[in-house]
Structure formats: structure tokens, C-alpha cells
């Protein structure tokens, strides 16, 4: 009996095997290792973003069912060439996508709604765990998509945040909006994984971010097998040393609290895994 290569990624567990845990289990040590998250010293809001980073790395980022099929990426990675890129002060600056010039144009490009940006810190409450959300309202004549932005975040964490809320606006214009009016971005990248849309807003931060030729430069691993936990290691650590310093970021150094250094250290594995899963399947 033959089986098509769409049969077998389809009947492939999803779930990683004992072999590859050891390799995620390694993996993290030296990762938080690198930031100097002393493992000893792991607290409940500690682990519970732990759980989030080991599934972002042990996920087969090229076996994910949500991840948007190949003319919608390469749409999408014409959009940020041709659009972002040209109408941001600074390229690879995730901070810019909040120009009024760039949303001025992807609103014109991709309206009818109009887009608005505001940007406030909401540190009360469970405030800090919001990144951001959008809502769509309609102001009397006028159709807006608003994306709210919490700059109590590093600036990097906001642009990423920025990135991602643009990228809804553009799937609902491309694909169509989905029912909810509402959209919010909380901690857990693990739940981007099962949604086409989530994954395609997170698409175009990592585009954004990583331009193909880097990708090919580092070496894109988009899954863990026996023995490459230090492969994906030093190519995230090639990609941090990029990002880090473009946007004045330094896990070690940090004074930020231990969970927030994990939170933000499985922000970046995940937009780079995603990206090099992008160029590995649509070739962007
Ligand atoms: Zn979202």
C-alpha cells in the first residue's frame, strides 16, 4: 500500500514523542540558561509560561493545520515588500508599523474601514497580560477597525503586538472578517496554533521581521528530532542577537521579572519558527 505525503502529514500525531521532550527538555534549560532564569528558583507564574514555550518548541511548525495555505502568504509577504516596508522610517523596525503614514495606506488599501491606532499603557489589574486588541465599530457614518496597543510593554513587544492587530485587518479584507467584533492578544502563543487567522496576523510580524534572505542564513528548523535541540538553539540565539539589539532588548540583563523574560523569549521562538515554516512552505 502506497501513502500520499498528504496522507501521512495528515495521520502524523500531533503529539511530540518521549524523544523529542528530552530534546525540549534540554533545549529549555539552555534557553533560560542564556537569559539567566535560574531553574531552581521557578515560581507558578514561571512555570506556567514555561508550559507556552516548550509547546511553541516541540511543535512541527510545518504540520500545523491553521498555518494559512501558500497564495494567501505570499500575498501577504507582497503586501509587507510592497506596502510596509516602503512606507516604515526604518526597515526590520517592528516599532514603526504604528506610523499614521503606514496606517493611513493600508486603510486606503484595505478599507473600507477606516483604521485608528491608540496606544496607552494599562499596567492595573490584569492589565500587563493584554498586549493589544481590535475592535471594528461603526461611528456614525463612519466604519472603523481600532487597534488598541499596550505600551506598557517593551517597545518590541508593542510593535510585535501592532504587527499582529494589522495583520487581522488584512485578513478580514483578504479572507473576510469572522463574527467576532472583537479580538484580543493575551500571553499564550500555543493558542495561535489552531487558528488560521491568529497564525496569519502573527505571519506578518514574522515577515516583517526576518527577511528571506536571513532566514536562509541562519538556517531555518522548524521541528525538534533526536539530537537538534542545539541546531534550533543556536538559531534562536542567532536570531535574538539580531532582534535584541534592534529594539535595545536584553533578556540576560533585564530587570523585568523572570516570567516576563519567558513570556518575551517565547514570543521571539515562535515568530521565527513561523517564520522559517513560511519560507519553507510558500517560499517567502
Ligand atoms: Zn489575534
Known sequence: MTTS??????????????????????LVSRLLGEIKVPFGSLGTRVL?????????????????????QKPLLKELAQVVEKDIKQHIPTYGSLSDLGSPQLLGHLGKLF???????RAEPYRTGAGLSLRGFYCRADLGEKSKFV??????????AVGATL????????????VGEKAAHTAFMEGAFGNHLIEEDELFADSLVALAA???????????VTH????????????????????????GLDLAKSK????????????MAHFFKLRCALYKSAGV
Request: charged share 25%; proline share 8%.
Open 48 to 68: 506556567a509560561q514555561l508550559a507556552d514555550l516548550k509547546q511553541i518548541l516541540s511543535t512541527d511548525y510545518m504540520d500545523v493545520p491553521a498555518l494559512p
Open 5 to 26: 505525503p498528504a496522507m501521512a502529514r495528515r495521520i502524523a500525531p500531533r503529539e511530540p514523542d518521549a524523544l523529542a521532550m528530552r530534546e525540549v527538555d534540554r
Open 256 to 267: 523585568m521579572a523572570a516570567a516576563w523574560r519567558v513570556r518575551y523569549l517565547t514570543s
Open 210 to 220: 526576518y527577511t528571506p534572505e536571513l532566514i536562509k542564513k541562519i538556517g531555518g
Open 111 to 117: 478599507g473600507p474601514r477606516e483604521l485608528e491606532l
Open 163 to 174: 504587527g499582529h492587530e494589522l495583520g487581522h485587518f488584512i485578513y478580514g479584507s483578504l
Open 224 to 247: 525538534l528530532k533526536a539530537g537538534s535541540a542545539d541546531v534550533l538553539f543556536n538559531s534562536l540565539k542567532d536570531a535574538y542577537d539580531l532582534i535584541g539589539p534592534r529594539h
Open 147 to 156: 487597534i488598541f496597543v499596550n505600551t506598557a510593554h517593551h517597545p518590541g
